[in-house]
């Protein structure tokens, strides 16, 4: 079935790094994926999306570039702050599927410090 | 503002409690969910619902109930509530569009905690 592996964290950077968190799928068809964040004590938000190969999904200084031929959707930024400290979760949702929708991976807690 | 919301936000009861979590959102969505959120924060689907009369359950096997009577409102009950319920709830709807559920809008979840 359909699945979503990201990397385990719990990851540590200083401010200003530069960020990667992978994230690769397997799905039968053109799933469209996506990145949420969940900042302590709150619920997720959707960070980005992208529903087809090659597209860039970008907010907030993230970016996602939907890659079909490796299956990966890696969320990276340039130049982390503090207040990018969060759980990071990589999602897809499988076309034409009426059934549960959103398949996410296990989450990514991101730590940064100044 | 289109926006989903839950009540409580925290809770803390004794066991054998009857409790209810609220659900409800003003975005018209038809499509509503139920998640489980472990203390490693992964997420478990624990209910589901098309529209209004309809409910099914997720993958994880939860002894909590729902129902939809009205498309905005989709509480969850405990009818006898366990330590072993203690976690954190996260209610969330989405939209059918362009012949499939795409993104899904969360609440801010209920921490439910029982002695």
């Known amino acids: 079935g359909d699945s979503v592996t990201q990397m385990e964290g719990p990851v540590t950077l200083s401010e200003e790094a530069f960020l990667t968190i992978n994230c690769t799928y397997t799905a039968t068809g053109y799933p469209s994926l996506f990145w949420y964040v969940q900042y302590p004590g709150e619920g997720l938000q959707l960070l980005l999306k992208?529903?087809?190969?090659?597209d860039k999904g970008s907010n907030k200084g993230f970016e996602a570039t939907y890659r079909k031929e490796t299956t990966s959707f890696h969320l990276e930024k340039g130049s982390v702050q503090v207040s990018d400290s969060a759980v990071y979760f990589c999602a897809l949702s499988a076309a034409n599927q009426a059934g549960t929708a959103l398949i996410f991976g296990k989450g990514t807690t991101l730590s940064v410090s100044s | 503002e289109a926006d989903i919301y839950q009540t409580p936000r925290y809770l803390v009861i004794g066991t054998g409690k009857k409790i209810t979590l609220e659900c409800s959102q003003t975005m018209g969505h038809d499509k509503m969910y139920w998640y489980q959120q472990d203390p490693g924060m992964e997420l478990h689907l624990i209910h589901y619902?098309?529209?209004?009369?309809?409910?099914e359950k997720g993958d994880l096997s939860s002894e909590s109930t729902v129902s939809r009577i009205r498309t905005e409102h989709f509480p969850l009950t405990l009818e006898s509530a366990r330590p072993s319920h203690t976690s954190q709830y996260l209610c969330?709807?989405?939209?059918?569009?362009?012949?499939?559920?795409?993104?899904?809008?969360f609440g801010p979840g209920t921490r439910l905690t029982v002695l």
């Open positions: 619902s098309y529209g209004v009369n309809s409910t």
């Open positions: 992208a529903t087809k190969a090659d």
């Open positions: 969330a709807s989405s939209e059918f569009q362009g012949g499939s559920y795409n993104e899904q809008f």
